[in-house]
């Protein structure tokens, strides 16, 4: 295996345009692809206003922003972007066949070593191995959103994940400016099995009426020094994407910890999926 210098992102949403710029930032090459048309560029666009934000607070220099601009292309499509590079990493939706099928179709253009790195947050990674050629190449690297702040990197290791791919992976973390933890994979790994136990327990909260989504949130923040209350992390993360991770869970462990509440259900079938949608739990400025 050797050093990860060229890496291919498919996916430029909330996850995918913030893995790119860590990427990029740890001085590889990057290229960004995303299936639906416009997304990959409006990704660089916000990877721009990220680096601009840096500039602003003395984080990083002019010099230092253009630098890491320099190192990321938009690509046209996923094959484009994973030709020759020495590791993909997914942030496509939380379908599980979607994920095989893209790994199963960008086999072919990578190098030989190459490492497939999924950034879900809850399905097996031996699952997604299932549909590889070469299982032991398949590794799960979850970010945490922001992923231009946040400093952990799950490394999910599956049964037949070879050393040499999960040591790559770790050493790309650590170039990230990452603190990687390795986990056995597992139904939600170690943080979202915890933070969905305690996000979904909050919704409960504030259907029966217990308190407002400000006080059980100041609960947390003020009362357990957490950065983030549960509900507004939840609008962060994304209602659907927190329903779509408890029904997984719900269904591969059979506990009710995890039974996605009505209130969850009811808030995205209405669209207010969160921050990205302008309303969740809370009211966004911007969607």
């Not at 997604?128 to 190449?137: L, M, N, T, V």
Request: hydrophobic share 50%; aromatic share 4%.
């Amino acid at each position: 295996m050797t050093d990860i210098r060229t890496v291919a992102v498919i996916g430029a949403g909330t996850m995918g345009h913030g893995i790119a710029q860590a990427a990029a930032q740890a001085g590889c090459a990057v290229r960004l692809a995303d299936a639906l048309p416009g997304a990959a560029g409006r990704g660089l666009e916000r990877i721009r206003k990220n680096l601009d934000g840096a500039v602003e607070r003395a984080k990083l220099t002019a010099e230092g922003r253009e630098a890491v601009l320099s190192r990321l292309v938009v690509a046209a499509d996923a094959r484009q972007a994973a030709a020759g590079a020495d590791a993909i990493i997914e942030a496509v939706p939380e379908q599980l066949a979607l994920k095989q099928a893209l790994f199963r179709d960008l086999e072919g253009v990578v190098r030989p070593d190459a490492v497939f790195a999924s950034n879900t947050s809850s399905i097996a990674i031996a699952a997604i191995a299932q549909a590889a050629r070469y299982p032991a190449r398949v590794v799960g690297m979850h970010f945490f959103n922001p992923v231009h702040l946040m400093k952990l990197v799950e490394v999910v290791v599956h049964p037949g994940t070879s050393e040499a791919t999960q040591e790559a992976v770790l050493a790309l973390a650590r170039a990230m400016g990452k603190e990687p933890i390795v986990v056995r994979d597992s139904p939600g790994f170690a943080s979202s099995r915890l933070g969905l136990a305690l996000g979904l327990e909050a919704i409960r909260m504030l259907e029966a009426g217990v308190a407002s989504a400000e006080d059980i949130d100041k609960a947390m923040t003020l009362g357990y020094n957490h950065p983030m209350g549960p509900l507004r992390l939840t609008d962060l993360v994304g209602l659907d994407v927190r329903l779509a991770i408890a029904e997984y869970l719900h269904g591969t462990l059979g506990t009710a910890v995890f039974e996605p509440p009505a209130l969850l259900r009811r808030l995205v079938a209405e669209g207010k999926l969160g921050r990205k949608a302008g309303h969740g739990f809370y009211a966004w400025a911007e969607a």
